[in-house]
């Protein structure tokens, strides 16, 4: 695979213009106390692509299975540790879907994103980080 | 440290709308081929994250010794693993700082970076991505 290549360019002392390999910019911000944020901390943006690694997972295997997914989202918790480096020492993950779906089918995904395919929660589940998940299908409301 | 909250809203079945705990939203897209691309994918934000990070790091720790820091960018290079889980291999990150500055500060600032403060770096690299960095200093331009 070509390498892929980012840049992060300082704005100012505390922010940052980030540009990814797929064109991509996205502001980091670390304001000083007082100050008014405008953009994601920097370990933030990791937890959203860990977030964000599982959701495309979930959608798209489940999708391949013929199953309808009318809503989905991830309510996710996380912990720093206290002392630098303010590493994520746990992460918990929520799957919410609406849909009239299968439940081994749902269980099924989540397993394989968790296991095979998303490489953002499996290099943090190797870096040590207690990364979990839970799941709730709210069947759909009935039609008129 | 309370629980750092956060959502993935899904927005159509390749794109999302990412909620961080900071209140920061970014939105995430996975484009099927051809589809024009309206997001950063989840990994390239983590990508952006370990870079957003180290560079905040190098920038506050030069401040704090006093340095000018006239410009300041990280130019990243990664790989990612062939098959899935497509984890990043490695990832170099080349340092580009102009200003008056002492060469012994700014590799100080970046082995702090690395080895003690940077979160983000630091949970991939004892995950198995192998990063290195460099850095390179540019004199500011003589004046008139």
Same mark, same amino acid.
């Given at each position: 695979?070509? $390498?892929?290549?980012?840049?992060?360019?300082?704005? &100012?002392?505390?922010?940052?213009?980030?540009?990814?390999?797929t064109? $991509?910019?996205? =502001?980091?911000?670390?304001?000083?106390?007082?100050?008014?944020?405008?953009?994601?901390?920097?370990?933030?943006?990791?937890?959203?692509?860990?977030?964000?690694?599982?959701?495309?997972?979930?959608?798209d295997?489940?999708?391949?299975?013929?199953?309808?997914?009318?809503?989905?989202?991830?309510?996710?918790? &996380?912990?720093?540790? =206290?002392?630098p =480096?303010?590493?994520?020492?746990?992460?918990?993950?929520?799957?919410v879907?609406?849909?009239?779906?299968?439940?081994a089918?749902?269980?099924? $995904?989540?397993?394989?994103?968790?296991?095979?395919?998303?490489?953002? &929660?499996?290099?943090?589940?190797?870096?040590?980080?207690?990364?979990?998940?839970?799941?709730?299908?709210?069947?759909? $409301? &009935?039609? =008129?």
């Amino acid at each position: 695979m070509a $390498a892929l290549k980012a840049t992060i360019e300082m704005e &100012s002392p505390r922010r940052f213009l980030a540009h990814g390999y797929t064109g $991509a910019t996205v =502001p980091i911000h670390f304001p000083r106390e007082g100050e008014a944020r405008t953009g994601p901390g920097p370990m933030e943006l990791m937890l959203l692509g860990v977030g964000g690694c599982t959701a495309i997972d979930i959608v798209d295997i489940l999708e391949k299975e013929r199953e309808t997914v009318e809503a989905f989202r991830i309510e996710m918790e &996380s912990e720093r540790a =206290p002392e630098p =480096p303010t590493v994520f020492t746990r992460i918990h993950m929520k799957y919410v879907l609406r849909g009239d779906l299968k439940e081994a089918n749902v269980k099924r $995904a989540i397993d394989l994103s968790m296991e095979k395919y998303c490489g953002a &929660s499996i290099m943090l589940k190797r870096g040590g980080v207690d990364v979990t998940t839970s799941y709730v299908i709210e069947k759909p $409301a &009935s039609g =008129p």
